[in-house]
């Protein structure tokens, strides 16, 4: 079945700085999914970006589906920012379930 | 517009007890998926429902899992009876088809089995 790889497992960055996660996936996708798991276990949509580039405010994402890899791009990073993202995809032949990666753990210093 | 609706939101039981859990997808969601969530790790599938009908449930433990969803709405997901692997955060998602589209996530359910 399809892979879901995620870079870095663990980020610590201090306030303000920038980041990029990364996403790979070793198959044709029909749904790539970032999202933000917070303290309180709720799975936050962050993008919903098969391909292409998507901005929403200081996250932004980029998926090259023909390279199979997603980027999820933090700027001026705030505390509020900390916890998990994960990146999901779902595959061609697979129906709409998503396989999710392992996460990213990212802790934002003040 | 309402999101995903589950409850409980916490549950504590025994081994070998049985629990279920309630979720209630957004109105006009035909694709209603359960994930569990083992500490550390990814949400994992473990069944599909398009409308009351199910897409798959290939990674259901179906000795001691059990899921439905009757009318095509709200949907249970049951285990009888619990095992101490089971202690885990059970997610519900819907969208509005089954190809494609964004999944939305409810809160979660966050089981402990003692």
């Known amino acids: 079945g399809i892979q879901v790889e995620q870079s870095p497992p663990d980020l610590i960055l201090q306030e303000g700085a920038n980041s990029t996660l990364r996403c790979n996936f070793s198959d044709s996708v029909n749904n790539l999914q970032w999202f933000h798991q917070n303290p309180w276990g709720q799975l936050i949509n962050l993008f919903y970006i098969p391909s292409g580039t998507k901005q929403n405010g200081r996250l932004s994402a980029t998926t090259v589906a023909t390279e199979r890899y997603s980027l999820l791009y933090i700027s001026s990073s705030q505390t509020t920012d900390s916890g998990v993202y994960f990146c999901a995809s779902a595959p061609y032949n697979q129906g709409g379930k998503l396989i999710f990666g392992q996460g990213t753990e990212l802790s934002v210093k003040p | 517009e309402a999101g995903v609706a589950q409850s409980p939101r916490y549950k504590i039981i025994e081994k070998r007890q049985s629990v279920a859990f309630w979720c209630n997808p957004i109105?006009?969601?035909?694709?209603l998926y359960w994930y569990q969530q083992i500490l550390g790790q990814g949400p994992k599938l473990l069944i599909q429902f398009q409308n009351n009908g199910v897409v798959d449930d290939s990674q259901l433990p179906k000795d001691r899992f059990s899921a439905e969803r009757l009318k095509g709405v709200d949907s249970t997901l049951k285990i009888q009876p619990a095992k101490l692997e089971d202690s885990a955060v059970y997610l519900c998602?819907?969208?509005?088809?089954?190809?494609?589209?964004?999944?939305?996530f409810g809160p979660g359910t966050r089981l402990l089995v003692l």
């Open positions: 998602a819907s969208s509005f088809q089954d190809r494609g589209e964004t999944q939305y």
């Open positions: 109105s006009g969601h035909a694709t």
